[in-house]
């Protein structure tokens, strides 16, 4: 099993072309499964992911859905 920290699912919702290659390892280590998530990860994710300073946040929506998957 693979512990899945914060930044890599944050990396994994990145659309900036500067963290397209973090993004890109983010979404193959998702992609392997075997993962393991704590809600501390979930989170963070969450509020990082929809805050407004971010450069492309994610709606409320958006973000409850990637972490129901």
């Known amino acids: 099993m693979q512990f899945v920290d914060t930044n890599v699912l944050l990396y994994a919702v990145c ?7 973090k993004a890109e390892v983010a979404r193959e280590i998702l992609r392997g499964g075997a993962l393991v998530l704590s809600v501390q ?14 450069a492309h946040p994610l709606t409320h929506e958006e973000a409850v859905s990637l972490i129901e998957l």
């Open 15 to 21: 659309p900036g072309r500067s963290e397209r290659p």
């Open 41 to 54: 990860v979930l989170q963070g994710f969450y509020v990082q992911a929809t805050r407004t300073g971010r």
